[in-house]
Each structure stands twice: as structure tokens, then as C-alpha cells.
């Protein structure tokens, strides 16, 4: 079973940042794709982010040149730096593990809040 704990939500007034962290149990997270996702209320979850075991990376348009999704393989975490922040980027955020091509599964975190007001 593998698990991932999110961490590094909070409020944030508008052209603020903030870093978010996801932790994962397993070291098969060095192969792994890890995303991002947010989902705000009334609205469907999307994808933000994603990185390849390779560390390629791609963005939503929404959020390309704000924010940078990067990983640590030595501690077995990714992070999502965010500046410039925006009130629509308010949402619950979600880390992700797809495992798929490993004959698993895709995992998800519990989600850390992200508010973006004055």
C-alpha cells in the first residue's frame, strides 16, 4: 500500500506564495509520475502539474510561470512552489503516484487547502 501525506496549505493573500509538500511511502516513487491536481468548490478536479521519474515537467496554462512542480527521489517527495498566487487559485490540492505502467494503480493524498484572499 502506498500512502502520501500532503502538507503546506494554508491563506495566502493575493501575490503571495506558498510551498506545498507530498510525502510517499515507497521508494517505487523514484519511477513514478507524480501530479498536482486542485479542485475548487462546485468545480470538477483538474490537473496543475506533473512530473516524470526523468523530472520532465508540464503545467496548466493557468498557472505556467507561477507555479513549479519539482521532486526529491532522496526523500521520496514533490513539491509544488507557488507564486503570484490569484483567489482562483483557491482550491483543495491533491498529489498524486500513477503506478499504472508498474502494473499498479494511481494513488491519491488526503488534500491540503489553499486560500487566496485579503
Known amino acids: 500500500q502506498v500512502q502520501l501525506v500532503e502538507s503546506g496549505g494554508g491563506l495566502v493573500q493575493p501575490g503571495g506564495s506558498l510551498r506545498l509538500s507530498c510525502a510517499v511511502s515507497?521508494?517505487?516513487?523514484?519511477?513514478?509520475?507524480m501530479g498536482w491536481y486542485r479542485q475548487a468548490p462546485g468545480r470538477e478536479r483538474e490537473l496543475v502539474a506533473v512530473?516524470?521519474?526523468?523530472?520532465?515537467?508540464d503545467y496548466a496554462e493557468s498557472v505556467k510561470g507561477r507555479f513549479t512542480i519539482s521532486r526529491d527521489n532522496a526523500k521520496n517527495t514533490v513539491y509544488l512552489q507557488m507564486n503570484s498566487l490569484k483567489p482562483e487559485d483557491t482550491a483543495v490540492y491533491y498529489c498524486?503516484?500513477?503506478?499504472?505502467?508498474?502494473?499498479?494503480?494511481?494513488?491519491w493524498g488526503q488534500g491540503t487547502q489553499v486560500t487566496v484572499s485579503s
Open positions: 515507497s521508494s517505487i516513487f523514484r519511477m513514478a509520475v
Open positions: 512530473i516524470t521519474s526523468g523530472s520532465n515537467t
Open positions: 498524486n503516484v500513477d503506478l499504472r505502467s508498474l502494473g499498479s494503480r494511481v494513488y
